[in-house]
């Protein structure tokens, strides 16, 4: 009952007083440390400059007017120098009458009465500036510094056995308090330097040297005796380095962690008013924003109520809210299940209902560690170019724009060569090294990325050279979003496993098309990502082919990793769940500020909206790519429609080539799906480069469709629905471009 009345008492109490240790586990703050707080390990600096202004102001200055003292940092500044002054009284009386008693010489007199007076005269000075100055009050831990060093040196060079031999004056064994004075004054250095880690460590080294090179070199006390008073002061200020250590990232982990909930309670806000403007919102982010109100309701209930009893059930009320909305953006809140731990349930129950009656995952070792080896630590290995056979020279060069250039053009490799999948993916495992680590044989494979790019059909737009492209896209995010230090090379050969097959087998219709046809493929997946279930398991299939298995020398752990990320990764390029992949990620990324790329489960989900980018990216490329591909994908979209006109079923939306208007439907389909997507994509990677290249570019295309459909409009005589020609409009995309020659090749050959 005791400890539940402190807990009330000390719950608003600033959080340096809350970092102490008593206080600190009352208040139960062990239970909810950050394990990667961002700050230097050794000196306790946040990496973030701007934070550890705001850090320093939170100590030193008030809420509401940053240009006065806070309420503990003048407390803190009284005892400091209540002691100060107190102290430096006593040193100057013992002075004086040491002096009359001629156990003191004038020069040693003189020595102790300027320091002295020099001492109080900067530190109230100082202590004028604070109150007076904001700039001084934010940075006054360098002058305490400043003053602790010269008090020190005053305390060590001023002490009656070393100042005799300085001064030449006959030695007596009356002495001011000194040693005692470098004990007490460091303890209240602590006080008004907030326990800053890393100013203690300068003061304790240089006092502690000081004080052994002038005792040493000056008193005329045995060495021992000098040892055994250094020992002594120095075990003091190690404990009491040790405890200033633990204190001071106690202190910045409460800091960071009330900054990220007051950040996560303001960018709510934003999101909450961006929000609003979304036409299209998920259930979670439903869920998510009504989360985040009701915890906008419970902190203004909280300041407003002055019982501390019912302040600490809206904070408990908060973090049971705050839980809510993390298991809900985690997607664990309904199908996630736990086994408890229970009288009723032994072992073997338990192992046999999570056999049989839990969800099916393939067991991973928990004792092999994870090598920490990432892509970033990997040199691109200089080989011999493989395909000098093509005889082409550019080759080379093209395919080192691979993941490096944003506008990379895949058919050029495709029309030099004949293939793309295969030419790209040797190009890339040989480049970074990837055969060689995982034990692939060369011929297995060439075998399986040949069969790979023989399981695409030729379809307009699903076809061998898409795939290709969505990996160079990809790897561009990869290599220009700092990924890199967290990819592992398992987690490379994956990302390329799984965007060059996420579309084998496509046969050129949408999902609904084939369930709403009752096609075997929507029969089999149970209507549930048809297509992308069936790139799933043609990926591993192929992969079981004799000869193709190119994760044969995998360990099992790495198998089932690998498996799981591609699974995951292809299974979220499903249209159809667009809003609700989405607002997944948004509220993860942009709401929560969770995403953590060194957790497995939260890479993969950022893997997965990459793909997902990448996998509509040519939105976002140069007006003559953009076009070409459009082009490609109309025309594979009104193939579907032309099935379904001889099958007398209703022609799905933008799939009619007679009735359909193109830049009307591109305008639509960059404003209401890509624009959005890459929007969120880029506030998450925060790279000006992939800004640039990717959200201005699809921006840009977006404004070129809408010119382009204002001036057929003011021209056609617009009345709701155009019907255009659309062989001229497929002229006017192709036009002399080598793209478009390259096109034609494509399908001449096919």
């Known amino acids: 009952m005791s400890s539940k009345i402190l807990e009330l008492n000390f719950i608003d109490q600033p959080i340096s007083k809350q970092s102490n240790s008593p206080i600190y586990s009352i208040l139960q703050h062990e239970d909810r440390e950050v394990s990667n707080l961002p700050i ?16 320093y102001q939170a ?170 008073e250094f020992c002594l002061i120095c075990l003091f200020f190690v404990l009491q380095t040790f405890d200033s250590q633990k204190i001071d990232f106690r202190t910045r982990q409460l800091f960071w962690r009330k900054e990220k909930e007051e950040e996560g309670i303001e960018h709510s806000k934003k999101i909450d008013e961006n929000t609003n403007k979304i036409d299209i919102k998920s259930e979670t982010e ?29 904070k408990q009320a908060m973090g049971l809210i705050d839980k809510v909305k993390r298991r809900v953006a985690h997607g664990s809140f309904f199908d996630d299940v736990k ?71 895949i058919w050029f490799v495709y029309n030099t060569t004949g293939h793309s999948i295969f030419i790209v993916a040797k190009y890339l495992l040989q480049k970074w090294n990837l055969m060689e680590s995982f034990a692939i044989p060369e011929d297995v494979c060439d075998k399986y990325f040949q069969t790979v790019e023989k399981g695409y059909n030729h379809n307009p737009y699903h076809n061998a050279c898409h795939a290709a492209d969505v990996l160079h896209t990809m790897l561009f995010f990869c290599l220009n979003g700092e990924f890199l230090k967290n990819l592992s090379p398992l987690d490379t050969i994956s990302i390329i496993v799984g965007a060059l097959g996420h579309d084998v087998g496509h046969p050129g219709v949408t999902n609904r098309f084939l369930v709403n046809n009752r096609d075997e493929i929507a029969i089999q997946y149970n209507d549930n990502s048809v297509l992308e279930n069936m790139h799933c398991f043609k990926i591993f299939s192929m992969m079981a082919k004799t000869g193709c298995n190119i ?97 007398k079923q209703p022609v799905s939306m933008y799939c009619d080539r007679e009735n359909t208007d193109l830049p009307k439907s591109q305008a639509g389909f960059l404003k209401n799906i890509c624009i959005p997507l890459f929007e969120v994509w880029c506030q998450f990677l925060k790279s000006e480069m992939i800004t640039k290249l990717c959200l201005e570019q699809a921006k840009a295309n977006y404004n070129y469709w809408e010119d382009k459909g204002r001036m057929r409009r003011s021209t056609v005589g617009y009345s709701g629905a155009v019907v255009k020609d659309v062989d001229t409009e497929r002229k006017q995309l192709l036009g002399s471009s080598d793209i478009g020659v390259r096109r034609q090749s494509y399908q001449s050959d096919h």
């Open 339 to 409: 086994l408890e731990q229970s009288l009723n349930l032994d072992e073997q129950d338990k192992a046999f209902i999570k056999e049989n009656y839990m969800n099916v995952t393939v067991e991973m070792s928990r004792e092999r560690n994870d090598r920490k080896v990432t892509m970033s630590d990997i040199t691109e290995k200089e080989t011999a170019f493989p395909f000098h056979s093509y005889g082409v020279a550019e080759l080379e060069s093209v395919l080192f724009s691979v993941g490096k250039n944003w506008n990379f053009d």
């Open 286 to 314: 439903i869920i998510i924003n009504s989360c985040d109100k009701i915890r906008q309701e419970l902190k203004y209930a909280y300041h407003v109520i002055i019982f501390k009893d019912v302040k600490k059930r809206l």
């Open 40 to 55: 230097s390990p050794n000196l306790l600096n946040f990496a973030d400059k701007h934070l550890n202004q705001k850090y």
């Open 59 to 228: 100590l030193y200055t008030c809420k509401d007017e940053c240009t006065k003292p806070s309420p503990e940092f003048k407390s803190n500044l009284l005892c400091f120098y209540l002691f100060l002054s107190i102290y430096i009284a006593i040193l100057v009386i013992f002075a004086l009458l040491l002096h009359s008693e001629g156990k003191l010489s004038d020069t040693q007199l003189a020595f102790h009465l300027i320091c002295l007076g020099g001492i109080v005269l900067f530190g109230y000075v100082l202590l004028f500036c604070i109150y007076k100055s904001q700039w001084f009050l934010i940075q006054n831990r360098v002058f305490f510094l400043a003053l602790g060093l010269l008090f020190f040196t005053y305390l060590i060079v001023g002490d009656q056995r070393v100042l005799s031999e300085i001064t030449d004056s006959n030695h007596t064994e009356s002495r001011l308090p000194m040693s005692i004075g470098i004990v007490c004054f460091l303890v209240l250095l602590r006080l008004v330097l907030f326990e800053c880690f890393y100013y203690l460590v300068i003061l304790v080294v240089y006092a502690l040297v000081l004080f052994l090179g002038v005792e040493i070199g000056y008193s005329r006390l045995s060495v021992y005796s000098t040892l055994s």
């Open 551 to 647: 994760f044969e020398k995998l360990q099992p752990d790495d198998w089932a990793k690998a498996r799981k990320l591609i699974i995951a990764i292809v299974l979220e390029t499903d249209m159809s769940r667009h809003f609700e992949i989405l607002g997944r990620f948004r509220t993860r990324a942009l709401s929560l500020l969770d995403l953590n790329l060194e957790n497995q489960d939260d890479k993969t989900l950022i893997l997965s909206m990459g793909l997902k980018c990448a996998d509509i990216g040519h939105s976002a490329k140069l007006k003559d790519l953009h076009e070409k591909w459009t082009e490609l994908v109309c025309e594979e979209f009104f193939k579907q429609g032309d099935v379904e006109k001889s099958r």
